[in-house]
């Protein structure tokens, strides 16, 4: 008896590994620069805008967008292009998370633009897993 074919990439899986890719490609980057200069010397963020919250400075701000938000994203959009049944549960994940991160923040600190643009990405990766086509490409009951 032989096996079919595994579903295509559709475009709504690689919007879905796109948008994956570009969030976990900006965390990383900014977890790092946060990490790396968690007073905000070099990169000009002020500590000040930490007020308010339960942190003095940039560095565990810093490790939760490089782990959740950047290399979780990562391991999502890795696990979407090997077809891991796990990858569609990870892509909503990343999207809810990314909402809740800044749905926090904003409450925290001065809404921004930059804050809204992250908000509607969130939205974005959640409704890129939703179509029957990413489901069934990761072999989820559509």
């Given at each position: 008896?032989?096996?079919?074919?595994?579903?295509?990439?559709?475009?709504?899986?690689?919007?879905?590994?796109?948008?994956?890719?570009?969030?976990?490609?900006?965390?990383?980057?900014?977890g790092?620069?946060?990490?790396?200069?968690p007073?905000?010397?070099?990169?000009?963020?002020?500590?000040?805008?930490?007020?308010?919250s339960?942190?003095?400075?940039?560095?565990?701000?810093?490790?939760?967008l490089?782990?959740?938000?950047g290399?979780?994203?990562?391991?999502?959009?890795?696990?979407?292009?090997?077809?891991?049944?796990?990858?569609?549960?990870?892509?909503?994940?990343?999207?809810?998370?990314?909402?809740?991160?800044?749905?926090?923040?904003?409450?925290?600190?001065?809404?921004?633009?930059?804050?809204?643009?992250?908000?509607?990405?969130?939205?974005?990766?959640?409704?890129?897993?939703?179509?029957?086509?990413?489901?069934?490409?990761?072999d989820?009951?559509?």
């Amino acid at each position: 008896m032989s096996q079919s074919p595994p579903p295509p990439r559709t475009a709504a899986v690689w919007l879905l590994l796109a948008l994956l890719l570009i969030q976990a490609i900006g965390a990383i980057g900014g977890g790092i620069m946060l990490i790396a200069d968690p007073h905000g010397e070099f990169s000009k963020l002020p500590v000040e805008d930490l007020a308010g919250s339960p942190f003095d400075s940039f560095l565990v701000p810093g490790l939760i967008l490089l782990s959740v938000l950047g290399v979780f994203p990562l391991l999502a959009a890795i696990g979407l292009w090997l077809r891991k049944t796990w990858a569609w549960w990870a892509a909503g994940m990343v999207g809810c998370g990314l909402v809740i991160w800044i749905a926090v923040q904003a409450t925290i600190i001065d809404f921004s633009w930059l804050q809204a643009a992250y908000f509607v990405m969130g939205v974005l990766i959640v409704l890129a897993a939703l179509p029957p086509s990413v489901r069934r490409y990761c072999d989820v009951t559509a």
